[in-house]
Structure formats: structure tokens, C-alpha cells
């Protein structure tokens, strides 16, 4: 089993009023364990150092030998990387027409009930920086979840000096007793993984769920979680709920960001659950065996995408991953600047997931196995592949078909193609046709905006690879009153 029900907490005691908000400065042991303890327990699990020795001396070779090889024959360079990347494109290209296949055949895998076994406490961290506009809406979410008040132990995590967001907590008088505030202190990294891993040192919870201050969960997904728990391995470490936007409508890039969330959500993470491959969590709507996710040393605070390490960090330690159904609700962004910003931070982080996840190659394939170590270079290294060429890749092939007609018959035009037909196939599948037809077809001007991102990311890792940029979030009510307006 996941937990241990005749260990596990089965109450949450109520906290009194003032006790509600913990104006202390918290515990600096515990500050110094949220900041350092996976750097200093396993330095090179950490993000914090951009590449270790090994790393930089490695990269300097294989630079040299590109300028060697360049000079003795180029062509045969070219020849030579263009396999390599057909050989991760044509692999993830025949993954995604098997997940879409999986999912049609509907494989969505059973849900299951916790009706049956005992409760177990839940500990749910909500992470607010700036967020004193979605308190009201934050606070509805909260009430709305399907479980025994007495086992949900609920921390909203602040930054100590973010006076906005503070005052707003203590306003609403919707917040339960079960909730507690806890402000972490203004120190660097100033990071949304450094917030979790402070107050885990006092989540009081068997399992310990993540959600952001936007977040609309399906009032049963702790059901569901605790459910999976239940009946699942003693080696399923986290579980991953679907995320799904509810904008749309609100732009071209918000469409697009929603079919490419449902297709992510709803095919591609079951089918890599299935494979056992490890899952890059969302950020989101995950829930972990408190025991599993202390052993692996809790979140690492300087790496800016945190879900997917973790996702990877957990499958290491010989954990395993599965998804629920039930899903949660969110906001997709709909400017391009918020658009760019947050893509820019994601690839970002999975740069620095990449980096760590091959600094110790034979002893990471060897904890995670020579399976699961394969599919997460396929998976990971191959969206950051996609992400750096779909940009080259489209000006080359109009470039081409420019010169010459006929190449829109060539064997690397038909890969392409390939490619946008089995994201547009998954995508229909996932969120409907209904009035997305239109951008479907504009999928290919979508996707090389990846590359933009992906050269900011670069450019961001190495200026300032902590920076942590923030995405903002309207409430529901606001957005709906605007679009009523419009």
C-alpha cells in the first residue's frame, strides 16, 4: 500500500483562532533544511549549481570535437545529427499515435474508491505570492473539496513581506480554522519549490497535495488521490491529477495552450504512466506519499520548474507514478507576454532537469531503471530537441519547398507533417472540435514559438537560472464579467 493505515494520522486537531496565523518567523532550522538540505545532502541532484566539473569538461570536448569534425568533414556531421534528431522525432511521433490509440481504446485506467479503507490526513500546500486578488475565489475552491474536515490539514504559504496577499488572508472570514497561514521569511531563493519544502516541515499529512492559488480541484480529487493510494504499490509515490484551462476563447494562444494542456493531461501522462516511464509533474493537483517525497529529499528550491525534477528524483529512488481523473480547473495565459514568460521559465527548468538528471547517467539508469532512464531522455531531452528546432525547422522547409515543389514530398517534410498531424490528432481527441478547427490548422504557427522560448530559457539559464518568473492569474468572476462586457 502507498500508506500504512494503521500508522497513519487519522485527525487533524483544530487550530484556535489565534493560532491561525503563525506571525513567528519560522523555525530556522527548518528555513535552512527548505534552502540548502538537498544541495548539501546530494549536491548533484540540486540545480543549484548550473553543471558540475564533469559536466563543463564534457560539453568543452564535445564542442571541440564539432569545430574537428566541421572542418574534416561537414556534410558527414550534419548527416550525423540530422539522424540523431529524426531518430527522437520519429520515436516521440510514434508515441504520441500510440497514446492517442491507448486513449481512444479508452485506457484511461479505473478509478477506485477509499471508501473501504481509512482516511488518511491530507495536507494540501498552496503556495501565494501576489495573490491577494484570488483569496475569495482560492477560499471557494477550498470549501468545495470532498473530505473529512478533520483529516484535511490545509497550509497557505506566504511570503513574510508580502503584505497584499497577508492582509487579504486574514480578511476572509471563509478561511476554516483548519487552515493555517504560514509566512515563509524574504530569503533567496525566492522560489515557489523553497515555499513547499518550508512548510513541509510542518504538514502534518500522510499525503501531501499541491495546489496553486488559481486552482479550481474537482471536489473529489482528494478522494481520489487517497484512493489511489489505498489500493496502489508501496512504491507509488505521487499521483498526478489532469489540468485543464477554462479561457479558450480568450485568444489565439489561449486555445492553443488548452489543447496542448488536454493533450498533455489527459493522453500523454496516462500513456507514460502506463509505459512505468517516469511522469514530469505538472506543478499542480500532485499528491505525494509523505514518506516517499521526505526520502527523496522534498523539492529542490533553485530548480525553477520543481515538478518535473521531482518527477524525475522519485523515479531514481525506485518510486512509481500513476494519474487520477478528477480534475482541476486553471486559467491559461492569454497575453503573449505572460504566454512567453511562463514557457520561458518551464523550458528553463527542464534545461536544469536534464543537466541534473545526467550528471550521474550509469547511477541514475541503474536507480530508475535502464527503461525508465531511456523513456525520460525521450520524453524530456526530446521536448527540449522540439522546443530549440521547430523554428529552424519550419523556415528550412518553406525555404525548400520555396526552391523546390516537389521536396514537400521529401521524407523530412513528411516527418514533419507527421509530427503536427499526431499533436493536431491528439489534441482533437482530447478537448473536442467543436470550434477549434481553426486552430488546429494553425498549429504550425504555434509550435516555433516554442523555439523563441527556448532561446530566452537559454539565454535566462545563464544570466539568472534561479530567477523565478511569475505568471499572473484573474479570478474566475473577474474574467467572466470582462468577457460579458466585451
Known amino acids: 500500500m502507498g500508506f500504512d493505515p494503521a500508522t497513519a494520522t487519522t485527525v487533524v486537531e483544530p487550530w484556535s483562532h489565534e493560532q491561525r496565523y503563525l506571525d513567528q518567523m519560522a523555525d530556522a532550522a527548518a528555513l535552512d533544511a527548505a534552502c540548502e538540505g538537498l544541495a548539501r545532502a546530494d549536491p548533484e541532484a540540486s540545480a543549484k549549481v548550473l553543471a558540475t566539473p564533469g559536466q563543463k569538461h564534457g560539453a568543452w570536448a564535445l564542442l ?61 500546500l498552496v503556495p501565494l505570492h501576489r495573490e491577494a486578488n484570488m483569496v475569495a475565489q482560492l477560499a471557494e475552491a477550498i470549501a468545495r473539496i470532498d473530505y473529512p474536515e478533520d483529516r484535511l490539514d490545509v497550509i497557505f504559504i506566504t511570503e513574510a513581506d508580502d503584505e497584499a496577499t497577508n492582509a487579504a488572508l486574514r480578511r476572509d472570514a471563509r478561511l476554516s480554522d483548519m487552515i493555517r497561514i504560514l509566512p515563509a521569511p524574504p530569503c533567496a531563493p525566492r522560489t515557489k519549490p523553497k515555499a513547499l519544502n518550508f512548510a513541509l516541515a510542518f504538514a502534518r499529512g500522510d499525503i501531501i497535495g499541491v495546489l496553486d492559488a488559481e486552482d479550481r480541484p474537482h471536489p473529489r480529487q482528494v478522494r481520489a488521490a487517497a484512493a489511489a493510494f489505498a489500493h496502489g504499490p508501496r512504491s507509488l509515490a505521487v499521483v498526478q491529477a489532469p489540468l485543464l484551462t477554462d479561457n479558450p476563447h480568450e485568444s489565439w494562444l489561449a486555445a492553443h495552450f488548452h489543447l496542448e494542456y488536454a493533450n498533455h493531461s489527459l493522453i500523454w501522462l496516462p500513456f507514460l504512466a502506463r509505459l512505468h516511464w517516469p511522469l514530469m509533474l505538472g506543478g499542480t493537483s500532485n499528491y505525494f506519499s509523505a514518506r516517499h517525497l521526505r526520502k527523496a529529499g522534498g ?11 521531482l518527477g524525475l528524483r522519485l523515479a531514481r529512488f525506485g518510486f512509481t507514478a500513476r494519474v487520477i481523473q478528477p480534475p482541476t480547473i486553471e486559467e ?39 527503461w525508465s532512464y531511456f523513456g525520460a531522455q525521450i520524453t524530456l531531452g526530446g521536448s527540449l530537441l522540439a522546443a530549440a528546432l521547430h523554428g529552424p525547422l519550419l523556415v528550412w522547409l518553406i525555404t525548400a519547398i520555396a526552391f523546390r515543389p516537389d521536396f514537400i514530398a521529401d521524407w523530412r517534410a513528411i516527418l514533419l507533417g507527421a509530427g503536427y498531424v499526431s499533436s493536431a490528432a491528439s489534441a482533437l481527441a482530447a478537448a473536442g472540435l467543436r470550434d477549434r478547427g481553426w486552430t488546429l490548422l494553425s498549429l504550425p504557427l504555434y509550435r516555433p514559438l516554442l523555439s523563441i522560448a527556448f532561446a530566452i530559457a537559454v539565454h535566462d539559464l545563464l544570466s539568472r537560472p534561479h530567477h523565478w518568473a511569475k505568471t499572473p492569474h484573474r479570478p474566475q468572476a473577474d474574467r467572466l464579467a470582462n468577457r460579458s462586457r466585451s
Open 64 to 124: 571541440g570535437a564539432f569545430v574537428v569534425f566541421v572542418m574534416l568533414d561537414a556534410p558527414a556531421l550534419w548527416t550525423a545529427m540530422a539522424a540523431v534528431a529524426t531518430f527522437v522525432f520519429g520515436a516521440l511521433i510514434i508515441l504520441r499515435f500510440a497514446a492517442l490509440i491507448g486513449f481512444l481504446g479508452g485506457r484511461h485506467g479505473p478509478e477506485t474508491s477509499a471508501a473501504d479503507t481509512p482516511l488518511p490526513v491530507v495536507s494540501l
Open 299 to 309: 523539492w529542490d528550491p533553485y530548480n525553477v520548474t520543481e515538478d518535473a525534477d
Open 332 to 370: 491559461g495565459p492569454v497575453r503573449a507576454r505572460d504566454w512567453l514568460t511562463q514557457r520561458t521559465r518551464w523550458i528553463k527548468g527542464h534545461l536544469q532537469t536534464w543537466l541534473v538528471l545526467n550528471r550521474r547517467p550509469f547511477e541514475t539508469a541503474s536507480g530508475m531503471g535502464v
